[in-house]
């Protein structure tokens, strides 16, 4: 019977219960980070078997909704001020919650706008030739005076 050779490197410590619990634990609010720490692993091994087992990356996706939904309803409750048998979200915290949604769902108050415009070119003729004025000529020089020739 031959011996199988092993690939190199560590065997890894992927198991696939890891899929469910992974749901289950962020369904609490936790974060990916957070599960890691609670089977022991960093969260750089996480992202690993993430990439290495497509199950496991699905499972992930899964647990980020299932995150969201748990924040969502923290935060729809805190605002209806509800008081129920497990907690009392008439004392919540309003400024914990906004920071962890912006900082673990990655919401955000800012808007980014951005627009695109068309440069503007003025053509001005003197006695000693042609000038064209631009902007958005360049973001580095600013606008420009060059002679037509």
Not at 20 to 49: L, N, P, R, V, Y
Not at 72 to 90: F, I, N, Q, V
């Amino acid at each position: 019977m031959a011996d199988k050779k092993h690939a190199g490197g560590r065997p890894s410590d992927y198991k696939e219960i890891y899929c469910d619990q992974i749901i289950k634990f962020m369904g609490h609010g936790h974060s990916i980070k957070a599960f890691a720490a609670s089977i022991g692993k960093h969260s750089d091994t996480i992202f690993e078997w993430a990439k290495r087992h497509p199950e496991f990356s699905v499972a992930i996706k899964k647990g980020k909704e299932q995150c969201q939904l748990w924040w969502e309803k923290l935060g729809m409750a805190l605002a209806a001020g509800h008081k129920t048998s497990e907690h009392d979200y008439r004392k919540g915290n309003p400024t914990v919650f906004i920071w962890m949604t912006k900082n673990l769902l990655g919401w955000s108050d800012r808007i980014d706008l951005h627009q695109e415009v068309e440069p503007i070119v003025l053509r001005i003729k003197g006695e000693k030739g042609t000038y064209e004025i631009g902007t958005g000529v360049s973001s580095e020089t600013g606008p420009s005076l060059e002679k037509q020739k």
